[in-house]
């Protein structure tokens, strides 16, 4: 399936969606906690005759939440309408899964003749007050990390107990548990989600009740799916009576069924005839403010955050192994106001749809083709841990390409590779791996390097225990999972010295010796930043017009 993704602007709300397909419309929403990655398989069958756009819920995976009524299942349906307003779709097809669900059939009261059709994929009745008693766990960052193991009971719990919660004899669910992978990636997904979750449920599952089926406007189809947990409730709509607008739709068990079923239900009822959706435009330009969005390569779609516009040359921040451009969030949005500006999520890495690369002129070749389509000219690269491999791999790939390399040592230059299974997340049954990388995370901030546990390479930093800040960065390197110790390791091997222009060290002390003592850093000269990171733009900005000059 060729997938593209993309962001829009709604309302001043970032919106993210996955494309496929081809044909005439289709948004579809997804379940929570998860995202629109969730709906890949949807899309794969749908996509043969539909032009698939699956949104990312308000404040699920990289769209941002409602500024107000989260909770409010009718802002999220005007916030859809809005949506497929803004990318310039014309009565299309709806499909909504779950959560996605309710706000599809929302969507049908509030604007019942803005969609060709509705299809609700377990969409059913609940039991609202038992349903929702003790359903959330607290997933605030905590700095011991407990949280990440209460999200790891919930995403456990929903395949052995309904409701999760309630791990009673007569409520134990009989099924093949998913594979830890598949737990993982729905665990990662409410890790990002976080307080967003709870509010959109608790409206979807209000929602979702006989009360309500029947106020649907648009013409509706409802899933039976044979697998779904829940299948017991959909069909006690049906029995119930439903109006001529809703036609049921059975699908037989398994992921495939699924969807064949409700694909061939569309065809058969003409849904696939009409207008195609143009061919979409690929590179977003990072025009107006400091965003997230995607660069194009023959490889695929480089995730990265920035800002294009302004004058002076371009500046290219790339980060070390396990991050992602979130690791330039503190200042980013600060220095894009000088000169362009674009945080890059190597491949891999964040939010990239690129894969690994083997070896560091593979990121570098990628990135090389990417910043060609941008028409930048020369760049100026900031670098940090393993990205400086990649920025000075960028720098000999043509004269011209790099103007000038600053370090930014808030990592080290790899000098050796990391002990085997430091940059280890393989998912287990039990969540051990969230905790080792929020462990790795805690670690990375109280030592450099973080698994060198001694006196001489202990910290001292502002802030260090920091939950917000160590949870976002245990999402990085879960996200990247294996390619961080590959990336680390390929980048250990290189001497990049040769290559840099300027050393920017934080003022942190490392023993008893602070890091950016007088004007040398690994025998070159060094530049100090203040110790906390938001200081850290207006000395960035007058050292990069200084290396421009």
């Known amino acids: 399936m060729d997938e593209i993704c993309g962001y829009v602007s709604v309302s001043g709300r970032r919106v993210h969606y996955r494309r496929a397909g081809q044909g005439p419309a289709m948004v579809m929403m997804h379940a929570s906690p998860l995202s629109s990655a969730s709906l890949r398989p949807a899309m794969a069958?749908?996509?043969?005759h539909f032009t698939c756009f699956a949104l990312d819920n308000p404040g699920f995976g990289?769209?941002?939440?409602?500024?107000?009524?989260?909770?409010?299942?009718?802002?999220?349906?005007?916030?859809?309408?809005?949506?497929?307003?803004?990318?310039?779709?014309?009565?299309?097809?709806?499909?909504?899964?779950?959560?996605?669900?309710?706000?599809?059939?929302?969507?049908?009261?509030?604007?019942?003749?803005?969609?060709?059709?509705?299809?609700?994929?377990?969409?059913?009745?609940?039991?609202?007050?038992?349903?929702?008693?003790?359903?959330?766990?607290?997933?605030?960052?905590?700095?011991?990390?407990?949280?990440?193991?209460a999200i790891w009971e919930k995403i456990c719990g929903l395949y052995l107990f309904s409701p999760w919660q309630k791990a009673e004899a007569g409520r134990r669910q009989v099924r093949t548990m998913p594979t830890p992978q598949f737990l993982h990636a729905m665990a990662l997904e409410l890790m990002i989600a976080g307080d967003n979750y709870s509010p959109l449920y608790k409206a979807a599952i209000a929602w979702e009740d006989k009360d309500n089926i029947n106020k649907a406007?648009?013409?509706?189809?409802?899933?039976?799916?044979?697998?779904?947990?829940?299948?017991?409730?959909v069909q006690m709509l049906v029995d119930l009576g439903l109006n001529d607008t809703i036609t049921p739709v059975t699908s037989p068990a398994g992921v495939p069924g699924r969807y064949t079923a409700m694909l061939a239900a569309l065809m058969e009822a003409g849904y696939g005839q009409g207008d195609a959706v143009p061919a979409p435009i690929l590179t977003q330009r990072f025009f107006g403010d400091y965003k997230a969005g995607y660069i194009a390569s023959l490889s695929g779609q480089l995730h990265a955050h920035g800002r294009l516009d302004g004058d002076g040359r371009p500046l290219i921040m790339l980060h070390d192994a396990g991050c992602s451009s979130h690791s330039f969030a503190p200042f980013g949005a600060v220095l894009a106001q000088s000169r362009p500006v674009l945080a890059i999520d190597l491949p891999g890495h964040g939010d990239s749809l690129v894969p690994p690369q083997e070896t560091i002129a593979g990121h570098a070749a990628c990135l090389k083709e990417a910043l060609s389509g941008l028409d930048f000219g020369a760049v100026d690269v900031l670098a940090t841990g393993a990205g400086l491999a990649v920025a000075a791999a960028l720098k000999d790939s043509g004269p011209g390409q790099v103007h000038s390399l600053m370090h930014l040592a808030s990592r080290p230059i790899p000098a050796s590779a990391p002990p085997e299974g430091v940059f280890t997340f393989t998912p287990d049954m039990v969540g051990s791996h969230l905790i080792k990388a929020y462990?790795?995370?805690?670690?990375?901030?109280?030592?450099?390097?973080?698994?060198?546990?001694?006196?001489?390479?202990?910290?001292?930093?502002?802030?260090?225990?920091?939950?917000?800040?160590?949870?976002?960065?245990?999402i990085d390197l879960l996200k990247a999972g294996e390619s961080s110790a590959a990336l680390y390791r390929e980048a250990a091997a290189i001497d990049v010295a040769g290559h840099i222009d300027i050393h920017l060290v934080p003022q942190w002390r490392l023993g008893d010796v602070p890091l950016a003592q007088g004007d040398d850093f690994r025998g070159q000269t060094c530049q100090p930043l203040p110790a906390d990171a938001h200081l850290w733009a207006d000395a960035l900005s007058a050292m990069a017009a200084e290396a421009r000059s």
């Open 45 to 48: 069958v749908s996509g043969q």
């Open 62 to 149: 990289l769209s941002d939440p409602l500024p107000t009524r989260q909770g409010d299942i009718m802002a999220q349906a005007d916030a859809l309408k809005d949506a497929i307003m803004v990318l310039g779709l014309s009565n299309p097809i709806v499909y909504g899964a779950s959560t996605g669900a309710a706000i599809a059939h929302a969507f049908s009261v509030r604007h019942p003749d803005a969609a060709r059709l509705i299809v609700l994929d377990s969409f059913s009745h609940h039991d609202t007050q038992d349903m929702m008693e003790g359903y959330f766990p607290d997933v605030r960052p905590q700095r011991d990390g407990r949280h990440l193991l």
């Open 217 to 233: 406007k648009a013409p509706t189809f409802l899933n039976l799916w044979a697998s779904a947990s829940g299948i017991d409730r």
């Open 439 to 474: 462990g790795q995370a805690k670690y990375e901030a109280l030592f450099w390097p973080a698994w060198d546990r001694r006196a001489q390479t202990a910290l001292s930093r502002p802030q260090p225990f920091e939950p917000g800040v160590l949870h976002r960065r245990a």
